[in-house]
């Protein structure tokens, strides 16, 4: 009989590419895996998991609103959390982020079985009683409970580790990188973008949420200095009051025209694969505006796919940064409030075709070699598989974890 995983997290996993890639890895190695959130039946997408995983709803009518109903609206998924776990009894417990992992407590560990820490982000010491502030303050003061922890950049483990009191060196690092890309799809950027932009335009590209902190107004205000032919779009959801800076910025500089926001909704993963792929160059560029953009060279997830889709990227100078981007040859680096350089970047790439073709074709060796969710995640895998020997632990609850490598 495969061992059981249950994987919790809070939002629904649909959202989450880390969350959905580790349970069709898991899947693949053998393992029975189960998934557990908030989010109700109706909204599953039966395409982006593998369809032997089963399917746990946490999730309530919520009808409790403002700051003490999200609070009980918490305490609501903890108890339906629980009493999953009580009433599964898996042999491995991965939550995510604290807010899944607050709730769990070390119920796994008390059952006998394995449990992991994964987190998306870097937490935070909040102050107040929200259930979030409760659930980062329960994971810095317990980082000891899970028997690993894991995040996806150095950066953000160096500074987890000092914050809880642990040692850096006890927390895996899984990268926030696509799965294999085999082969690159076909475009659809320029189908999504049809009747946008003029046919020849060469295209600067971001993706992901749209808003602060992405270097985006930096982007706009340097493309007085960019080719004529070129537009910069943005994909992703935006909220109004952010797109509407945008544009007053844009109109001031004369570029309008030019500042294209592209929301086309949902997307499974091919179906984003496709349009990201038809980029001429990417946009990556974090600002330190907290810990977690400060520490996000290897937790953007957007810079991996465009290594993976073989897109030659504009980036950033933060932590950890240039030793993937510059030094693995598949992007150029800018400091992250130069409108110069990052004018010099672009027209560098957009005027250098051959330049392009090399950079993209570097990131794609990188990615199938090292930057894939599947290399990323082969010690995680090698440790549940080690941890959960039948000489560690068995179906019924006893465990002798404590003595497993």
């Known amino acids: 009989m495969p061992l059981h995983i249950l994987l919790v997290s809070r939002p629904a996993v649909e959202g989450y590419p880390p969350s959905l890639n580790q349970a069709a890895i898991l899947t693949e190695q053998g393992f029975q895996v189960s998934v557990a959130d908030e989010s109700l039946p109706g909204a599953w997408r039966a395409d982006e998991l593998p369809p032997t995983v089963e399917r746990h709803s946490l999730g309530g009518s919520r009808v409790a609103t403002g700051p003490l109903g999200r609070l009980v609206n918490g305490i609501a998924f903890r108890r339906k959390a629980r009493c999953l776990v009580r009433q599964l009894r898996p042999d491995v417990v991965i939550g995510y982020a604290p807010d899944a992992c607050y709730p769990l407590g070390d119920l796994p560990r008390q059952l006998g079985t394995l449990l992991l820490w994964h987190m998306h982000e870097l937490p935070e010491n909040l102050p107040g009683w929200s259930f979030t502030a409760l659930a980062n303050r329960y994971v810095l003061r317990h980082a000891r409970v899970p028997h690993r922890l894991s995040i996806p950049d150095r950066g953000r483990a160096d500074e987890l580790a000092r914050r809880a009191g642990i040692d850096p060196g006890s927390i895996g690092l899984v990268q926030n990188c696509p799965r294999p890309v085999r082969e690159i799809p076909r475009p659809s950027l ?216």
């Not at 894939?372 to 598989?385: A, E, L, P, R, T």
């Open 190 to 405: 320029r189908e999504l973008l049809k009747g946008r932009v003029p046919e020849q335009s060469r295209i600067v590209l971001y993706h992901g949420a749209v808003g602060a902190d992405h270097g985006l107004e930096l982007a706009v205000r340097s493309m007085p200095k960019w080719p004529s032919d070129s537009v910069f779009v943005m994909k992703g959801r935006v909220k109004p009051a952010f797109q509407e800076k945008v544009e007053t910025l844009a109109r001031s500089l004369g570029v309008t025209d030019r500042v294209v926001f592209l929301n086309p909704g949902f997307q499974s993963t091919p179906e984003h694969y496709r349009a990201v792929a038809g980029a001429d160059v990417g946009w990556t560029v974090l600002e330190p505006n907290n810990d977690n953009w400060k520490y996000g060279s290897a937790a953007c997830n957007k810079r991996y796919e465009c290594m993976a889709l073989g897109v030659p990227q504009v980036a950033d100078r933060l932590p950890f940064v240039p030793e993937v981007i510059e030094a693995g040859g598949c992007g150029l680096c800018i400091p992250h409030n130069s409108a110069d350089d990052a004018a010099d970047a672009v027209n560098r790439l957009l005027g250098d075709a051959a330049l392009r073709r090399r950079l993209g074709d570097r990131g794609r060796q990188l990615h199938l070699e090292q930057y894939n969710y599947d290399h990323q995640f082969h010690h995680m895998v090698h440790f549940i598989k080690t941890a959960t020997d039948t000489n560690c632990t068995n179906h019924h609850g006893t465990s002798k974890l404590g003595r497993c490598p």
